[in-house]
Every structure is written in structure tokens, then in C-alpha cells.
């Protein structure tokens, strides 16, 4: 079954520690994001890829990071950096990035920072 | 920059009655705009999407939308709801990023449906 697999579903980290959060897909698509969903914001882009080894700032990169060794994962670390790292993530991918392509989200992860 | 605006963040139908979510949408050429939906803790799902030809659009689960390009609005409709359609609703708009071959998806805040018996 193809689709997008992101883990843990819950994540709790001390403030000052990094966590990196997982995505992995199987639908052999280039494009991955990652975004950052808060009650009453909707979704705001993070980090997105086109391809391997290549990846662009979203609208809220500040305190993220991003890789893209592998077309199938996109791992997202979120640095003590981030003032604010509380939130749902979100990752999806599509075939490309023209803005046309309908975009296939994960089941998202929830992490919390005390 | 494109922009997406849900007027309404939280609406309240009774299971049977009809439904209508509002979406504007702001871009200067012919957007591609999306309806996707949540349930509570979990990813998106997409309804439906319009990238041209035909202005009403069949969607799943019984949904449609139509585009109104005078009116900037891409607004969801379903003639009868039901207790599962309870969830939150995102409204969304693709565009190429300023002069790259990159596009991206632009939210709305999302609206909130329930629905009572």
C-alpha cells in the first residue's frame, strides 16, 4: 500500500534539545514538504524539496532544518533555535512542484517541548 | 503572493441540512485551488480540485465546489450532511513561486464543521 509514513505520532523533548521527525514515502514522488500546523493558523510551509539534495526555505524556516539524501525520506530536525517548537507536523509529497500537483500528507506528528 | 481567506472558522449544521464552506482566494493569473479535509490528529485528505474548464467540480464523499472567478471565491457545498463529515476543512491555492519553476500550496486557517443530530 503506498502512502506517506511519518513517526513518532507523539513526540516529547526537554526545551534546548534537538529532535529530528521522520517522513518516509513509497509513491516514488520528487517532491516532499514539511509544514507546521497551530490551532486557528492553518498549515505554513517549512521546508520543501524538488528533488535529492535539494530542498527550499518555506515561509517559516527559522529554527528547522531539513535533508534530502534519499528521494523516498525527507527528515525534518527541529533545533533549540526554534523559540516555539510545540506544534503539529505535517508531511506530504507530490510528483512535482509546478503548484498544479495535489499534494498526499502523512499522518502527522504531534510534539510537545517542556 | 497568493492568499487564501476562510471567512467562517467555525460552522454548526444539523446532520441533513445542506452545507455551504466559503473560500477567497487572492493570485493574479488563474490559480489551482484545492478543498482538502481533516479529522481530528490526523493528516489532510484531498476532496476535490479545480484547475480549469468545468467551474463546478465534483468531489468525494458527496462534495462539490465552484468556481467563480468574478467573485475570487471557490466556496464547498454538499446538499446533505452527515455525522462523518464533522472535521475541519482547508481551502487551498497552488502557484508558482515568483519567477521559479517552484510552486507551492497556500492554506486558508481552515474551518471547523460540526454537526448535530
Known amino acids: 500500500d503506498g502512502g506517506i509514513t511519518q513517526s513518532p505520532k507523539y513526540l516529547f523533548r526537554k526545551e534546548g534539545q534537538n529532535v529530528t521527525l521522520s517522513c518516509e514515502q513509497n509513491?516514488?514522488?520528487?517532491?516532499m514538504y514539511w509544514y507546521r500546523q497551530d490551532p486557528g493558523q492553518g498549515l505554513r510551509l517549512i521546508y520543501y524539496?524538488?528533488?535529492?539534495?535539494?530542498?527550499q526555505k518555506g515561509d517559516i524556516a527559522e529554527g528547522y532544518s531539513v535533508s534530502r539524501e534519499k528521494k523516498e525520506s525527507f527528515p525534518l530536525t527541529v533545533t533549540s533555535a526554534q523559540k516555539n517548537p510545540t506544534a503539529f507536523y505535517l508531511c506530504?509529497?507530490?510528483?512535482?512542484?509546478?503548484?498544479?500537483?495535489?499534494?498526499?500528507f502523512g499522518p502527522g506528528t504531534r510534539l510537545t517541548v517542556t | 503572493a497568493q492568499s487564501v481567506t476562510q471567512p467562517d472558522i467555525h460552522i454548526t449544521v444539523s446532520e441533513g441540512a445542506s452545507l455551504e464552506l466559503r473560500c477567497n482566494y487572492s493570485y493574479g493569473a488563474t490559480p489551482y485551488l484545492f478543498w482538502y479535509v481533516q479529522s481530528p490528529g490526523q493528516g489532510l485528505q484531498l476532496l476535490l480540485k479545480y484547475f480549469s474548464g468545468d467551474t463546478l467540480v465534483q468531489g468525494i464523499k458527496g462534495f462539490e465546489a465552484e468556481f467563480k472567478r468574478s467573485q475570487s471565491s471557490f466556496n464547498l457545498r454538499k446538499p446533505s450532511v452527515h455525522w462523518s463529515d464533522a472535521a475541519e476543512y482547508f481551502c487551498a491555492v497552488g502557484a508558482r513561486v515568483g519567477g521559479t519553476s517552484y510552486g507551492k500550496l497556500t492554506f486558508g486557517q481552515g474551518t471547523i464543521l460540526t454537526v448535530h443530530p
Open positions: 509513491l516514488n514522488h520528487d517532491a
Open positions: 506530504a509529497s507530490s510528483m512535482r512542484t509546478s503548484g498544479r500537483e495535489e499534494q498526499y
Open positions: 524539496s524538488q528533488i535529492v539534495n535539494d530542498f
